[in-house]
């Protein structure tokens, strides 16, 4: 399952906000995937754990997310993974392993929360917003049957930052990702966003497509 493989984060443009306790969950989508829509291209560090149905944490990494529009590049410990429309491709350095697919709509909220936000949700349900300690917490639970249990989503009140993504599977394991800092970054050419099995000669390929 992609949540255990493929570690995910999310950001959106700093935008004042106030009153959010106010807004309704639909409201405050809408503003984030405007707030996302704005940015030409972006980074995002971020922390991310994965813990097992007894809240253990198993593993946790660090690492740095590039954000153009639809696509993105991710690079975590011995991975990197780059999507661009209707293509993920990743490469696990201490597997060696380069792995292309066309990931569902499902799996593309497991790798990344940007893609949920830009959909403004489509296909959850989303709970009133709940505010505590400068956050408003949103909880989402999928419409239909789906490897996902329920996705949290911590929004920093002033900023409408997401600060905390959480995705819950039905066996209770969770990857908890923290958004420790974004910025604006260069924009990349296109080959940024792609990966090559010519780049990795002594990797096997494993096209799911």
Request: some cysteine.
């Amino acid at each position: 399952m992609l949540i255990k493989r493929i570690l995910m984060t999310c950001v959106c443009l700093t935008l004042s906000w106030s009153g959010i306790a106010q807004t309704s969950a639909t409201q405050i989508l809408a503003r984030a995937e405007k707030a996302i829509a704005s940015v030409p291209s972006g980074e995002a560090n971020f922390t991310s754990a994965y813990l097992d149905a007894r809240g253990k944490v198993q593993s946790r990494v660090s690492g740095i997310m590039y954000l153009e529009g639809d696509k993105f590049r991710l690079t975590y410990g011995d991975i990197i993974a780059v999507y661009k429309p209707n293509t993920l491709s990743y490469h696990d350095a201490k597997e060696a392993t380069l792995t292309i697919s066309e990931p569902s709509s499902e799996e593309l909220i497991q790798i990344n929360p940007l893609h949920f936000l830009r959909a403004k949700g489509k296909g959850f349900r989303a709970g009133e917003p709940v505010c505590k300690g400068g956050l408003a917490n949103i909880t989402f639970t999928p419409e239909r049957k789906s490897g996902i249990k329920q996705m949290m989503i911590s929004f920093i009140e002033k900023t409408c930052l997401p600060s905390v993504v959480s995705i819950t599977a039905h066996d209770g394991s969770k990857v908890v990702v923290t958004i420790n800092a974004f910025r604006a970054s260069k924009v990349h050419p296109s080959s940024f966003f792609e990966l090559h099995p010519k780049q990795f000669p002594k990797s096997e390929v494993v096209d799911l497509r």
